[in-house]
T-cell receptor, first 114, second 114 residues
């Protein structure tokens, strides 16, 4: 498709289980971001990938969170041993490199930990 | 550090009223500035942007001017419609140590009544 694609759109998981969220960026976009949107917390940066460079992981909230980007395209965000406070919408975004360029967001993956 | 402060909502207006949503920023260097909009049940969409001082971004009747002297990027619209009801996010994008981040304000919820 033409936009950033994320899956699943909704995920309900039991506390303690691992989850994987997938992002397929816009073709040709070398920059890829993950953000978390929690009720009352706004939009929180998690991780940034740029081409083959080492990712900026400075926003990951704990070592239970990890992300990878294979072949410079699709990315997977993994949350291990989920906690209730992990419940949020996880947004993926992509762009062409250059801070004046627009960052395009996907529809998000709504995660609920019960 | 780099941060964005925007007026807290919620904001409730009648149709055809004038809208201003204030946004100020703190940044080192020369960031790019953005307004994103999130309609109910949808993902984040770019509304407008400005990449250097005195630039004016505009789209769908909305405008914002990048004011370096006051570190502001206030969003305005002369006559709002019911369809403008959404959450509006001010954001700045900057480069730091090879990473490019987008930092958001907390969002302002706008409701327009007929």
């Amino acid at each position: 498709g033409a936009g950033v694609s994320q899956s699943p759109s909704n995920k309900v998981t039991e506390k303690g289980k691992d989850v994987e969220l997938r992002c397929d960026p816009i073709s040709g976009h070398t920059a890829l971001y993950w953000y978390r949107q929690s009720l009352g917390q706004g939009l929180e940066f998690l991780i940034y990938f740029q081409g083959n460079s080492a990712p900026d992981k400075s926003g990951l909230p704990s070592d239970r969170f990890s992300a990878e980007r294979t072949g410079g395209s699709v990315s997977t965000l993994t949350i291990q041993r989920t906690q209730q406070e992990d419940s949020a919408v996880y947004l993926c975004a992509s762009s062409v490199r250059g801070y004046g360029n627009t960052i395009y967001f996907g529809e998000g993956s709504w995660l609920t930990v019960v | 550090g780099n941060s964005v402060t925007q007026m807290e909502g919620p904001v409730t207006l009648s149709e055809e009223a004038f809208l201003t949503i204030n946004c100020t920023y703190t940044a080192t260097g020369y960031p790019s500035l953005f307004w994103y909009v999130q309609y109910p049940g949808e993902g984040l969409q770019l509304l407008l942007k400005a990449t250097k001082a005195d630039d004016k971004g505009s789209n769908k009747g909305f405008e914002a001017t990048y004011r370096k002297e006051t570190t502001s990027f206030h969003l305005e619209k002369g006559s709002v419609q019911v369809s403008d009801s959404a959450v509006y996010f001010c954001a700045l994008r900057f480069s730091q140590g090879g990473s490019e981040k987008l930092v958001f304000g907390k969002g302002t919820k706008l409701t327009v009544n007929p």
